[in-house]
């Protein structure tokens, strides 16, 4: 795969190997914000992702809670286009601070990611774009590649488990940073 510079804007053309399907982990892609990078606009992404004429499937995987936002969340998603798999989130009980339970949240869609790619597989794709770093794919990253899949993962500066970075060949690997304009805007300073 050849990844051609636009030397204008700084941004990386991806030249796909045939039919592509598209798997987003959300909560990873929104972590990646959370950790001090700037938050990629859901917008952006689908308008980006759509001008690949290659692009079959753009699936985005997010957890299901009864807060509002999340609600609001998946809404938008699926009314920009998005293809959106879900399921319940998980509270796990991660310690007690002064007599009272603390909860995580969890939702992982490891396996629904790969039943997916199952499917895609049976359908004939050639290339996968992955928006995670998680190091948990590196086996099925190894075999999307033994099987001559095109395989590209996205991941957030200092987000690429180290599973993944290991992988030399055939796989992929393009910070989010280098993708062009699926970041939100910078707020614009009101000094004058």
């Known amino acids: 795969m050849k990844i051609n510079q636009n030397m204008k804007k700084f941004q990386k053309t991806l030249e796909l190997k045939g039919k592509t399907a598209v798997l ?3 909560a990873n892609v929104h972590g990646w914000a959370e950790l001090g990078h700037s938050e990629v606009n859901l917008k952006k992404l689908f308008k980006y992702l759509r001008g690949y ?21 998946l809404g938008e998603a699926k009314k920009i286009g998005f293809k959106v798999i879900t399921k319940p ?11 009272k339970p603390i909860f995580r949240r969890k939702c992982d869609f490891d396996m629904e990611i790969c039943i997916d790619i199952h499917k895609h597989l049976s359908q004939n794709y050639d290339s996968f774009i992955f928006f ?15 099987r ?9 500066q200092g987000h690429l488990g180290r599973e ?12 989010i940073n280098k993708l062009g304009s699926v970041k939100n805007d910078p707020p614009v300073s009101r000094r004058a």
Request: without cysteine; aromatic residues 16%; positive net charge.
């Open 89 to 99: 989130v998980k509270y796990i009980k991660v310690a007690v601070f002064q007599n």
């Open 132 to 146: 995670s770093g998680d190091g948990d794919f590196e086996p099925l990253y190894r075999l999307l590649i033994e």
């Open 148 to 156: 001559h899949k095109q395989v590209i993962v996205i991941y957030g």
């Open 53 to 73: 004429k290659k692009i079959k499937a753009i699936n985005l995987y997010f957890g299901k809670d009864t807060h509002p936002k999340s609600k609001k969340f």
């Open 164 to 175: 993944i970075y290991s992988i030399k060949q055939g796989l992929y690997k393009l910070d």
């Open 24 to 26: 987003i982990d959300w």
